[in-house]
C-alpha cells in the first residue's frame, strides 16, 4: 500500500499567530526569531507576513536581536523589482548550550552553537554510572568546552541540559552496580549538583525526549506534526511528536514506548526493550555460549558473532514494528525514525528489516507510515539535550 501523503507545512511555520499585546512583545520576539530560524534568509516583509506583526514591528524587533547577536543580517538580494530585499540569518554565534548525556553504560558532554553545530565533545564509558565521580567528568567536561569558545563569547553560554533515563536509581541493579550506588543515585538532586558547580542553568530531560527532539530538528522542511522515535541503545530511547508538541508527560518520562508488551512467535508477552536492545544482545550471546562484555561493545569482533547479531535484528525489528504499529493508533499518519547507537551499517539493517516486519503485519486498511534512520545515532540524546533549553529560551 502506499504510504501517506507528506506534510505540506512546516510545524514551525507561524501562520501569523503573533500575539500583538503590547505587554507581550518577549512572545513576539520568539515569533521573530522562530521565523528566522527555521526559514533562514527571510527579509522582513516576509518575516511581518508569515508571523502576522506589522513590517514596523518586525523592524524594531529585528534591530533589538541584532543589538543582542542574535540574528545577522546578510547581502541584500539585487535584480528584483523595488528595493533590495536584505537577508535575515541567525547568527550561530548568538548563543551556545551544553548537552549532557547521562547514560546506563556512557556518558557524552558536547558544546552546540545556535546553528546546532556541534563544536566539541568528550565521552566516557563505564559499566555503570558512578554517582561519586561522574558529575566531575561532566563538570570538568564543561569547563573544557567553555575554553573552546573566546572569552568574549563565553558569557553567551548560559544553559545545560542534562539527559537520563527513566529510573535511573531503580535500575542500576539491572546492569550490576553495587546496591549503594542506587542510594547515593536516589539522593542526588543532578539539576542542583551540576548548576552549583557549572554555575549555568540546569535543565533535566528524558534522555529518549531530548533525542527525538535532536532529530525532529535536523529534518528538511516541512517537518511533519506527528513523529515516532526509537533509538536502539544499552534499552530502547525513545520519543513522540505530537502535533507538533514533544510529548513530555507530568514527569517528563511520556512516550516511553519501549516499555509496551510485544508478543514473539507465541512465547509471553514481553517489554520491547527485553528484545530490541544491547542488554537483550548481551543476553542471546550468553545463551549462545558467547558471553560479551556489553559496556565494551565498541571492541567486540562483530563478524565474529554475526549470526546472533542477525537473529536480533530480526526480532528487535519485529518487536519494534509491533510497538510503532501500536503508536500509530493513537498518532495520525507519522514519520517513524529508527535508530542505534551502534553504527550506520547496523542502524540500515535494522531499518531495512523494520520496514518489512511494518509491512507484513496482519492488520488491514492501515498504509506503512514513512520509515528513517536517524541522522544522529548516539549522540542524538546530548545534542537534543542541548538543543531544548537553547529552543525554549528563545524560540
Known amino acids: 500500500m502506499s504510504s501517506p501523503p507528506g506534510p505540506t507545512r ?21 515569533t521573530v526569531l522562530t ?43 539585487r535584480g528584483r523589482r523595488g528595493q533590495p530585499a536584505t537577508p535575515i540569518l541567525l547568527n550561530k554565534d548568538g548563543a551556545y548550550a551544553i548537552g549532557v548525556e547521562l547514560g546506563w553504560r556512557h556518558a557524552d558532554v558536547i558544546l552546540l552553537n545556535l546553528h546546532a553545530q556541534v563544536l566539541g565533545h568528550y565521552h566516557i564509558d563505564y559499566a555503570y554510572p558512578d554517582a561519586h565521580t561522574l558529575f566531575d567528568f561532566i563538570v570538568t567536561s564543561v569547563e573544557k568546552l567553555k575554553a573552546l569558545l573566546p572569552p568574549e ?10 539527559a537520563l533515563p527513566g529510573g535511573l536509581a531503580e535500575g542500576l541493579a539491572n546492569i550490576g552496580a553495587p546496591e549503594a550506588q542506587s542510594a547515593l543515585w536516589r539522593d542526588i538532586d543532578a539539576r542542583a549538583e551540576l548548576a552549583t558547580r557549572t554555575g549555568l542553568d540546569v535543565s533535566v530531560y528524558n534522555d529518549g ?49 519501549g516499555l509496551m508488551l510485544v508478543r514473539m512467535d507465541g512465547a509471553a508477552p514481553r517489554q520491547a526493550y527485553l528484545i530490541a536492545s544491547l542488554f537483550a544482545l548481551g543476553e542471546r550471546l550468553a545463551a549462545a555460549g558467547k558471553p560479551h562484555d556489553i559496556s565494551a561493545w565498541r571492541q567486540w569482533d562483530w563478524a565474529s558473532i554475526e549470526p546472533e547479531v542477525a537473529s536480533w535484528i530480526a526480532d528487535s525489528a519485529k518487536a519494534l514494528a ?31 528489516q523494520f520496514r518489512a516486519e511494518l509491512a507484513a503485519l496482519p492488520v488491514t486498511g492501515m498504509a506503512p507510515p514513512p520509515v528513517r534512520t536517524g541522522g544522529h545515532g548516539a549522540l542524538a540524546p546530548a545534542i537534543g539535550a542541548a538543543e531544548l533549553p537553547l529552543f525554549n529560551r528563545y524560540f
Open 10 to 30: 512546516d510545524i514551525f511555520d507561524a501562520d501569523g499567530r503573533a500575539l500583538r499585546h503590547k505587554g507581550l512583545r518577549q512572545a513576539n520576539e520568539k
Open 35 to 77: 521565523v528566522v530560524a527555521f526559514n533562514s534568509g527571510v527579509s522582513n516583509a516576509e518575516i511581518a507576513r508569515m508571523s502576522g506583526l506589522a513590517p514596523q514591528t518586525v523592524s524594531a524587533i529585528l534591530s533589538g536581536l541584532g543589538r543582542d547577536g542574535l540574528v545577522e543580517r546578510g547581502e541584500a538580494l
Open 153 to 162: 563569547r563565553q558569557a553567551r553560554l548560559i544553559d545545560v541540559g542534562l
Open 209 to 257: 525526549n531530548a533525542a527525538c527532539w535532536a532529530e525532529m530538528i535536523a529534518l528538511e522542511r516541512p517537518r511533519p506534526a506527528n513523529i515516532i522515535y526509537f533509538l536502539v541503545s544499552h534499552y530502547v530511547g525513545a520519543g513522540v511528536i505530537g502535533d507538533g508538541m514533544l510529548w513530555n508527560g507530568p514527569t517528563g518520562n511520556a512516550a516511553n514506548l
Open 322 to 352: 509491533w510497538t510503532a504499529y501500536n503508536a500509530t493508533t493513537v498518532l495520525e499518519e507519522p514519520l517513524i525514525i529508527v535508530d542505534t547507537v551502534f553504527g550506520a551499517d547496523i542502524t540500515q539493517r535494522l531499518a531495512t
